[in-house]
């Protein structure tokens, strides 16, 4: 036996904390890769979390907590705009779905404009 085969037996297992950094880096992989596919693109990380941001910054009073959101929601949505990009399927869903997605950018970037000026 090599001593890389021995190091390879002798690695120890991953904690509970790896274990959970490398199946966040595979969603992320997967994600940005079109793997999931349109729809669980869309309607999952896209349309799922942006609903729910809207309802807690509808819900919030406070100045910082609501700017916080709204750049949360424009990172978010330009990430998802560029992961449903990758996906595969019909070509008029796709479309459709990145024009709605890039609809949510494009508001995002003005109302962060807008509560500045």
């Known amino acids: 036996m090599s001593s890389e085969e021995e190091k390879i037996n002798q690695t120890k297992p991953l904690t509970q904390e790896e274990q ?10 997967r994600l940005m890769t ?19 941001l809207n309802i807690w910054e509808a819900m919030s009073s406070s100045t910082g907590t609501i700017l916080r959101i ?25 479309v459709i779905a990145l024009i709605v997605i ?10 962060l404009i807008a509560f500045f000026l």
């Open 20 to 29: 959970i950094n490398d199946y966040k880096r595979m969603v992320k992989h």
């Open 34 to 52: 079109g793997y999931y596919g349109l729809a669980k693109t869309f309607w999952l990380f896209w349309f799922l979390p942006i609903f729910l």
């Open 70 to 94: 709204d750049i949360a929601t424009l990172v978010w949505s330009a990430f998802c705009l560029f992961c449903a990009s990758k996906t595969q399927g019909r070509q008029v869903w796709k």
């Open 102 to 111: 890039a609809c949510d950018v494009i508001l995002s970037a003005l109302a």
